[in-house]
């Protein structure tokens, strides 16, 4: 069964670096899309940066919110997926929550997301 794990959260000082990483695990034909998401307590999720796949490379597509600070990028070997962040600021302590769209052998199509980390921003 295909699962996404998820490490590299914990607690950093405000203006500090975190990345983040998030395997996918499995029997798995092609990941179309992995990206980043996020969820403060009692809100929506939201997405801060997701990637997809294509012909020339892919595309990318960021979250007003954190452009020029964070930074998604691809392995594709190691089917991982990670976000560089920095100038981390108290807004962005939240549960951060990897996601894929993952084709399989079978021809299924399916949503998967990571189990979420934590992190903490502390001024």
């Known amino acids: 069964q295909v699962q996404l794990v998820e490490s590299g959260g914990g607690l950093v000082q405000t203006g500090g670096s975190l990345r983040l990483s998030c395997a996918a695990v499995?029997?798995?034909?092609?990941?179309?899309?992995m990206g980043w998401y996020r969820q403060a307590p009692g809100d929506q999720r939201e997405a801060v940066a997701v990637?997809?796949?294509?012909?020339?490379?892919?595309?990318?597509v960021y979250a007003d919110s954190v452009k020029g600070r964070f930074t998604i990028s691809r392995d594709n070997a190691k089917r991982t997926v990670y976000l560089q962040m920095s100038s981390l600021q108290p807004e962005d302590t939240d549960v951060y929550y990897c996601?894929?769209?993952?084709?399989?052998?079978?021809?299924?199509?399916?949503?998967?997301w990571g189990q979420g980390t934590q992190v903490t921003v502390s001024s």
């Open positions: 990637s997809r796949s294509g012909p020339s490379g892919g595309s990318t």
């Open positions: 499995g029997s798995i034909f092609s990941i179309d899309v």
């Open positions: 996601y894929a769209f993952i084709r399989d052998y079978s021809g299924g199509l399916r949503n998967y």
